[in-house]
């Protein structure tokens, strides 16, 4: 275990190393492989850090909040704060980038917390510990893959789960989608098709919404598929992260389908115990309000997570708003139809096919918040004028 928690953080370094180094300028190179040496090795400690926190167990709630403070004070602290530390000759760089992953690094270990106080795993081995922090595959944008399927595939391989000649297909899907099919895709997303100073007939504006969807799919789901059978080949079995979700009838349905590890994680860590602590709180009558709450809470904190700024929050509350009235329409629905009228409307295929249909139409509209910033957003709006 030793040897494989050495492997992972010499590939973690170089992936680190190679990752950065675009717009440094030759002659800096070398002072950048010093720099980005030490912050990596900055952030190696600040993981350790967090090991000591668990085997010492001080307090219960500091090892849970550790990590996301951790990532709180290197991506969300104002750039005037951070950027100070950055040498001058690549301070175009900003000071996250030198903590590759960090905001999956957070939800791992945080998880693993959960999961070792509720003893779904034991405490792990220093170097079993970093083997799994590190995990190359999933080191950069996931999986948010739990340490009790990492640590099942250490102690007992299946080769049913994980086998050899389906990691290599999904590797070989996984560069289809984020080598070929992605770049396609890329032609018509809103840098893509829209950002090339000249005017746009409105019609231009649906098909970069569409195509950035069909990009962010290609390229999210390519790079899991790739890391889900890197890590298979490896013998580690890694989480499912898409399960057909474009094929959905609702956005309760869908995010339960779409980054699946991370809607995982909010359930389990977020909404599970805030709408039961809520209904304990109000009531059992106000359960449908507190579930709403929660469910507003919960995306707001995933569009935050997703970056830093106003447009990401309005993301969170554009997907917050879409799941609370699924919600509330689905309890309308099942009190004015009954049991078994609920069941046929469900079954009608109409209903579905224009249901699905005004789901993607939604998530996908709501991307344009996560693409782009608020200045982006009107240089967007700015380019549809007359022609």
Known sequence: MP????????????????????????????????????????????????????????????????????????KYVPGQFTQNFVPAPFSNKVFADFFLGLSYMAFRLTYMVHEIRNEIVPMPSFAEYLSFAFFVPTLSIGPINPYSAFHNSLVAPDRTITPVGRSWQRILIGLTKYVFLGNLANQLTYDGLLADGLPHHWIDFPIAVAGYCAYLYLN????????????????????????????????????????????????????????????????????????????????????????????????????????????????????????????????????????????????????IFVTNSMRGLRLIFHAFRPM
């Not at 980005?36 to 900055?42: A, I, K, V, Y």
């Not at 709408?275 to 009531?283: E, P, Y």
Request: aromatic content about 16%; charged content about 10%.
């Open 3 to 74: 040897a494989f928690a050495a492997v992972n953080l010499v590939f973690a370094l170089a992936v680190c190393l190679s990752r950065g180094t675009y717009g440094v300028r030759l002659h800096d190179v070398k002072q950048y492989f010093i720099f980005s040496t030490l912050m990596f090795g900055l952030y190696v400690l600040l993981v350790a850090v967090q090991y000591l926190l668990l085997q010492k167990r001080l307090g219960s709630w500091f090892p849970l909040f550790f990590p996301l403070l951790m990532l709180a004070l290197v």
């Open 220 to 367: 999210f789901s390519g790079f899991c598929d790739l890391a889900i059978g890197v890590s298979g080949l490896l013998g580690i079995h890694v989480h499912e992260n898409f399960d057909r979700p474009f094929s959905k009838r609702n956005l309760q349905e869908f995010w339960a389908h779409w980054h699946m590890t991370l809607t995982n994680y909010m359930r389990d860590m977020v909404f599970v115990p805030l709408s039961k602590s809520l209904v304990r709180r109000f009531g059992p009558a106000s359960a449908p309000h507190c579930i709403a709450l929660a469910i507003v809470i919960v995306f707001v904190l995933m569009g935050i997570w997703h970056g830093a700024g106003l447009s990401f929050v309005i993301y969170g509350l554009w997907h917050a708003v879409g799941v609370v009235t699924v919600h509330y329409y689905t309890l309308f629905l099942k009190k004015r139809l009954g049991k078994v009228r609920y069941a046929k409307y469900r079954e009608n295929r109409v209903i579905y096919h224009i249901a699905n249909a005004i789901t993607l139409a939604y998530f996908a509209l709501g991307l």
